[in-house]
């Protein structure tokens, strides 16, 4: 089941691994997206620390790590065209795999119906 | 107008909505961001199309000499009174003929930037239009109201204005303009480029200026506030017009190389700092005569201790408003005051202030991006060609 965080990403869990990307809402909010910085495979993150940046015309955004783990993979297709980032931000344009250390912050995440009413 | 969050509304603010603007606040207005196109899409369709903005937000004003209208005396008269506040020729600008210029602290300092106008009219010799950044209007009519007390008369356009009434200001840029603008305005696709003349649309008297903010061909056109929505609502039926908001506006003019008074210009900053040494007319060179007049020169002969030069990003990332820019020995030689993402250039681009020693052409730099230097080097502006009307 697709979780969100406050601050707009979504996290996929599969197994013990989670797809992460940032929300639709979140990169209509962005607008054009210019710029993708992801971290290196291997990285580990701790839940909320800053994890990629993603820019727009207008402005510079930093995306936490919405659960605790170890990068496994990075999109690099976002990095090398990051307007596909709006084409599809909650499908193909995900920003990183990561494999968590802690599956239970998940539980703590929104589901899709709770994530809806926040940005309403 | 004014809505609940106490933030004044121009007269396009209803156009606006219509049109799908996201608001935002904006020198104490309410004012369009983007619309539903975004900032992309805006500012290449203005490189290539024609963008309309509101910039009703900035400060219009007629300040008026105490001789009789109409003549050369009374032109000469109010140029004296206004040349005692910036460093511009405006005693020799010809009929309808206008200049970018800079009012200064007495330190050399720039207060604000603003346009200043002699009307085409035969009687209204002796009148100058001014128009001035929303942010500085207060400060500066005060200014200019203080200082100049007992030789000239500041007229703002607002309800208490009886010459002028209250105006909008409708800016139209970009390679398609002038022939958008002629099908409603007929005559304005010959006009000078930095030239100003009066037009006339269903009834309504404009003040038409060939200028803009963009690096593009285009227009300033000033119209009584109650036929403002109507005029742009017209324009935008013209099937090369979309409007455009201040988020295009700012990387439109960021490529075109020009500064954003607050940012890349301010209190502290001298038109030689600056990188605007145009500003200075010949005599004025000569004569002085103008506040910090004394630094400012001296800076044009000798150079300044730092200048305000482009800086091109290497990669994709780019560096915003406030980054450090380093030597590549990590010393710090300047401040990125404008900066973010090309999209004409389709790269980042940045412009800010660097020590005179680093600031040839081609020098390599760091930019502290997130804690980590981003190479970059010194660049020529503007980075987009500038492509005004030149007849």
């Known amino acids: 089941m697709k979780k969100y965080t ?62 605790s783990g170890e990068i496994v993979a990075v999109n690099q297709a ?43 | 107008m004014t809505d609940s969050a106490g933030l004044k509304r121009t007269p396009l603010h209803d156009v606006h909505v219509a049109l799908g603007a996201k608001m935002v606040p904006f020198a104490g ?19 290539e199309n024609a963008g309309l903005f509101d910039v009703s ?23 004296a009174a206004i040349e005692t506040l910036v460093p511009g020729e ?77 105006r909008a200001l409708i800016a139209l ?30 009834g309504a008297y404009l003040i038409v200026s060939r200028c803009g903010y963009t690096g593009e061909d285009g227009f300033e056109i000033s119209i009584r506030e109650e036929s403002a929505a109507d005029f742009a609502r017209a324009l935008l039926t013209h099937p090369d017009v979309k409007p455009i908001g201040l988020g295009a506006r700012d990387s439109l003019r960021l490529e075109a190389g020009l500064c954003l008074y607050g940012h890349d210009l301010d209190q502290t900053t001298s038109p030689v700092e600056g990188n605007i040494s145009f500003v200075l007319g010949k005599r004025r060179r000569e004569e002085g005569g103008f506040p910090g007049a004394d630094r400012i020169l001296k800076e044009a002969a000798r150079g300044p201790k730092r200048l305000r030069v482009g800086l091109q ?40 202030y660097i020590d005179a020693a680093h600031a040839k052409t081609g020098t390599r730099v760091h930019l502290i991006v997130r804690d980590k230097p981003l190479a970059a080097s010194v660049a020529d502006m503007p980075f987009v060609p500038h492509r005004y009307y030149r007849g």
Not at chain 1, 51 to 63: G, L, P, R, W, Y
Not at chain 1, 91 to 104: D, R
Not at chain 2, 30 to 39: I, K, R, Y
Not at chain 2, 322 to 333: H, N, P, R, T, W
Request: glycine share 8%.
């Open chain 2, 90 to 166: 405006i005693s020799k600008l010809k009929k309808g003929a206008m200049r970018y210029s800079v009012l200064l602290n007495e330190d050399g300092g720039i207060l604000d930037d603003l346009m200043i106008t002699r009307p085409l009219r035969d009687d209204a010799q002796g009148r100058l239009f001014l128009v001035v950044n929303a942010a500085c209007k207060e400060q500066d009519f005060a200014l200019l109201r203080e200082t100049l007390s007992g030789r000239a008369e500041l007229e703002i356009c607002d309800a208490h204005s009886k010459f002028a009434g209250a």
């Open chain 1, 6 to 67: 406050e601050d707009h990403e979504w996290v996929l869990l599969e197994g013990d691994m989670a797809t992460i990307g940032i929300s639709e809402h979140a990169a209509g909010q962005l607008g054009d997206v210019v710029f993708v910085e992801l971290p290196a495979v291997g990285a580990k993150f701790k839940q909320k620390a800053e994890m990629a940046v993603v820019e727009s015309v207008k402005a510079a955004s930093d995306v936490y790590a919405p659960v």
């Open chain 2, 57 to 79: 937000h900035m400060g219009q004003a007629f300040l008026n000499s105490r001789l009789p209208l109409g003549t050369d005396e009374a032109h000469k008269d109010v140029a």
């Open chain 1, 78 to 120: 976002i990095v090398d065209d990051p307007a596909k980032v709006n084409a599809d931000p909650e499908g193909a344009s995900w920003f990183v795999k990561i494999k968590l250390s802690n599956k239970a912050e998940l539980e703590k995440l929104m589901d899709a119906v709770a994530y809806k009413k926040l940005i309403a």
């Open chain 2, 173 to 202: 840029q970009g390679p398609k303009a002038a022939a958008a603008l002629e099908t409603i305005a007929p005559g304005v696709a010959t006009q000078a480029f930095m030239s100003m003349a009066p037009n006339e649309w269903k």
């Open chain 2, 313 to 352: 990003p290497e990669g994709r990332a780019p560096a915003r408003e406030g980054a450090e820019i380093q030597s590549l020995d990590g010393e710090k030689i300047g401040v990125v005051t404008s900066g973010g993402f090309g999209p004409t250039m389709n790269a980042p681009v940045a412009m800010g």
């Open chain 2, 29 to 47: 207005y309410e004012m369009p961001v983007q619309f539903a196109d975004g900032v992309l899409k805006e500012h290449l369709w203005t490189r």
